[in-house]
């Protein structure tokens, strides 16, 4: 565990390297999406905080394309919140998604983790690619 640990430390001051916000926040959610399988919720949290907050600065500052990358960054990640438990959280960060369809799609996926949580199970969820 101490080596995987090492290596997602690696990673993160690698994803942070990475200059275009919109590249550099998707790293960051991948990162917080290999944490959350480890079941290191704290580190989860932590990166998907950084993530969402780096996303939606590129929303704001980005050409189209990228700006749709940013929006489904928000979206992944909200939805790694809401498979945590983070629903409210999770709803706030969604509404936060300038894009429209987004923003729709991180509602509809965090509504249909509560529904799964509520009868058992939310693994059934993944991040979009």
């Given at each position: 565990?101490?080596?995987?640990?090492?290596?997602?430390?690696?990673?993160?001051?690698?994803?942070?390297?990475?200059?275009?916000?919109?590249?550099?926040?998707?790293?960051?959610?991948?990162?917080?999406?290999?944490?959350?399988?480890?079941?290191?919720?704290?580190?989860?949290?932590?990166?998907?905080?950084?993530?969402?907050?780096?996303?939606?600065?590129?929303?704001?500052?980005?050409?189209?394309?990228?700006?749709r990358?940013c929006?489904?960054?928000?979206?992944?990640?909200?939805?790694?919140?809401?498979?945590?438990?983070?629903?409210?959280?999770?709803?706030?960060?969604?509404?936060?998604?300038?894009?429209?369809?987004?923003?729709?799609?991180?509602?509809?996926?965090?509504?249909?983790?509560?529904?799964?949580?509520r009868?058992?199970?939310?693994?059934?969820?993944?991040?979009?690619?």
């Open positions: 565990m101490a080596l995987a640990t090492g290596l997602l430390r690696e990673a993160e001051a690698a994803a942070h390297s990475i200059e275009a916000s919109c590249h550099r926040a998707a790293a960051l959610d991948q990162l917080a999406q290999t944490y959350r399988m480890m079941e290191a919720r704290d580190e989860a949290v932590r990166i998907w905080t950084h993530a969402i907050a780096v996303a939606l600065s590129g929303e704001n500052h980005a050409a189209a394309e990228e700006d990358r929006s489904r960054v928000v979206r992944d990640s909200a939805r790694g919140l809401a498979l945590l438990g983070e629903i409210a959280t999770a709803r706030g960060i969604a509404r936060a998604i300038q894009n429209k369809q987004e923003r729709e799609q991180a509602l509809n996926d965090i509504g249909r983790v509560v529904r799964e949580r009868h058992g199970s939310a693994s059934g969820i993944t991040p979009a690619e």
